[in-house]
């Protein structure tokens, strides 16, 4: 298999428009391989809920290999998103069921993959080291650049995606080329609108963004960094890749959802809320590329 993600799941509820998606960084980067046209498979756990229930079959309506996922009693982990003057903003997180601790089982079924995807909100940083020695490991640390975050968690890392919107071209290079001495292969520094940049120990690569009629950009950065490992996987020249990858992501951003399959909500993410029913938000697809 090209990649096996592992770790955290959600259900973004858009109060604006009263439709929850199936989403997460793992969820996310596991579908955008698929849609890539590789195999992919997500390890996680889900609530005994009809969230639970949207996202299991979202992925099964993907292509993605779900025979580890586990569905266990308790919620989905859910968020709000709202927006307003074209910002997005973020409710606290539930995180329901979603934290969890792979199993012996897991850990073999990741092994198979070409390379294990996990992210800064799944918690599972403790197992980082066990899937290291497993095979290669793609981590997205989003903004976690100055913290002391990274710094320990590098070592076990083969290819590292950073989220750095705010940085200029210099930061952004001291940013990669620090990270790769710390040991990934390569680093993927993601700038929202500017675009992309991947170093491979030598060279830095950039894209420009691709220009999209953006009307929700959720899930666009997960969607680039899937794109890239399936391109690094099939060892696909690097402005290549990234021109691919922004592509990807640029269709993200053209609909609703971290990569659509939402339906109508009564409520969202409080109380006793289900879906009404499973009314499509986003009825086609986008095919594998060629």
């Known amino acids: 298999m090209d990649v096996i993600a592992i770790g955290d799941n959600i259900s973004d509820c858009y109060l604006t428009i009263r439709q929850v998606f199936p989403g997460g960084n793992a969820v996310n980067v596991a579908v955008a391989v698929a849609r890539s046209g590789g195999s992919s498979g997500y390890i996680g756990a889900i609530g005994d809920d009809s969230r639970g229930q949207l996202l299991a079959d979202s992925l099964a309506a993907e292509h993605v290999d779900t025979r580890r996922l586990s569905v266990v009693p308790g919620p989905t982990a859910c968020c709000q998103v709202m927006h307003a003057d074209g910002e997005r903003l973020f409710g606290p997180p539930r995180r329901g069921v979603a934290l969890f601790r792979p199993t012996e089982d897991d850990l073999a079924f990741a092994a198979t993959a070409s390379v294990i995807h996990s992210t800064y909100c799944s918690g599972l940083e403790e197992v980082l080291p066990e899937l290291a020695r497993r095979g290669r490991v793609s981590f997205d640390f989003s903004d976690h650049r100055n913290d002391g975050y990274a710094d320990d968690l590098l070592p076990f890392v083969h290819v590292a995606e950073f ?128």
Request: proline share 5%; aromatic share 6%.
């Open 163 to 290: 989220s750095a919107a705010g940085l200029d071209d210099r930061d952004c290079d001291e940013l990669a080329r620090w990270a790769a001495s710390r040991g990934p292969a390569y680093v993927l520094v993601t700038r929202g609108s500017n675009g992309a940049t991947l170093f491979d120990g030598e060279v830095s690569v950039s894209v420009s963004a691709e220009s999209s009629v953006v009307i929700d950009s959720l899930g666009a950065g997960d969607s680039f960094i899937g794109r890239t490992l399936y391109g690094l996987i099939r060892a696909e020249p690097l402005p290549a890749l990234l021109d691919a990858s922004a592509r990807a992501a640029a269709r993200i951003c053209a609909s609703w959802g971290a990569f659509g399959h939402g339906v109508h909500m009564s409520t969202c993410c409080g109380g006793h809320e289900e879906p009404v029913a499973a009314v499509p938000i986003q009825s086609s697809i986008p095919r594998p590329e060629e």
